[in-house]
T-cell receptor, first 112, second 109 residues
Framework: KAGVTQTPRYLIKTRGQQVTLSCSPI?????VSWYQQTPGQGLQFLFE???????NKGNFPGRFSGRQFSNSRSEMNVSTLELGDSALYLC???????????FGPGTRLLVL | EDQVTQSPEALRLQEGESSSLNCSYT??????LFWYRQDPGKGPEFLFT???AGEEKEKERLKATLTKKESFLHITAPKPEDSATYLC??????????FGAGTRLTVKP
C-alpha cells in the first residue's frame, strides 16, 4: 500500500506570496492532518479534515487554510507569506479503525 | 492544559550502550500514546501505539512501555543507524494530538 505523498517536496517563495501544498493520504484513509515543524517550536498542529470537513484547528492565523476533496486528498494554503512561515509542513493520514497517524515526507518551504 | 514533555533533549550513546527515553504527559483522558522516529529532513516514521497503562510493545531493539503518567522507549544495544530524533505524542480527543519536543539520539560506533 502506498504511503502518504506530499507535493511539492521543496518550495522557495518570497514574502507576500501565497503557496499551496498538496497531500494524498494512504488509500482508504479519510482523515488528514497538517502540521508545521520548525526547530524552535517543534511539531505544531495546523488543522484536521475528515470527509471534506474541518474537524479541528490549531492556533494559527487565518492566513493558513486548508480543504479536503471527495477523494480525501487535501491541500493547505498559506497567503501573504512571512519569513517565519519557513518550515517543514507535514501531512498525516489515519483511518477510521485506528488512532495512529502516518506521515508523509513533508514539504520544505523557504520564504525569502 | 494537556502537556507532553520528553527527556532528555539529547542523548549520546556508544554502540551497544542501552538506555531509555522518557515521555511524561498530562491529559484529561488518554486515547493513545504514540512513538515516532524522525530522520533529518524527513517525515516522522511510526513506531508504536500504546493505549493503556501496563501495555508494552517491542520492535527489534526498541521497547515501549506505558504508565498512567509516562512512557519509556527502551533502546537495547543500539547501533549507529538508530541515531534519529524520537518523538512522543498523545491523543486526548479524536482530533487533538499533541507532540513532545523530541529526544535527539546519537549512537557512536
Amino acid at each position: 500500500k502506498a504511503g502518504v505523498t506530499q507535493t511539492p517536496r521543496y518550495l522557495i517563495k518570497t514574502r507576500g506570496q501565497q503557496v499551496t501544498l498538496s497531500c494524498s493520504p494512504i488509500s482508504g484513509h479519510r482523515s488528514v492532518s497538517w502540521y508545521q515543524q520548525t526547530p524552535g517550536q517543534g511539531l505544531q498542529f495546523l488543522f484536521e479534515y475528515f470527509s471534506e470537513t474541518q474537524r479541528n484547528k490549531g492556533n494559527f492565523p487565518g492566513r493558513f487554510s486548508g480543504r479536503q476533496f471527495s477523494n480525501s486528498r487535501s491541500e493547505m494554503n498559506v497567503s501573504t507569506l512571512e519569513l517565519g512561515d519557513s518550515a517543514l509542513y507535514l501531512c498525516a493520514s489515519s483511518s477510521l479503525w485506528e488512532e495512529t497517524q502516518y506521515f508523509g515526507p513533508g514539504t520544505r518551504l523557504l520564504v525569502l | 492544559e494537556d502537556q507532553v514533555t520528553q527527556s532528555p533533549e539529547a542523548l549520546r550513546l556508544q554502540e551497544g550502550e542501552s538506555s531509555s527515553l522518557n515521555c511524561s504527559y498530562t491529559v484529561s483522558g488518554l486515547r493513545g500514546l504514540f512513538w515516532y522516529r524522525q530522520d533529518p529532513g524527513k517525515g516522522p516514521e511510526f513506531l508504536f501505539t500504546l493505549y493503556s497503562a501496563g501495555e508494552e510493545k517491542e520492535k527489534e531493539r526498541l521497547k515501549a512501555t506505558l504508565t498512567k503518567k509516562e512512557s519509556f522507549l527502551h533502546i537495547t544495544a543500539p547501533k549507529p543507524e538508530d541515531s534519529a530524533t524520537y518523538l512522543c505524542a498523545v491523543q486526548a480527543t479524536a482530533t487533538d494530538m499533541r507532540f513532545g519536543a523530541g529526544t535527539r539520539l546519537t549512537v557512536k560506533p
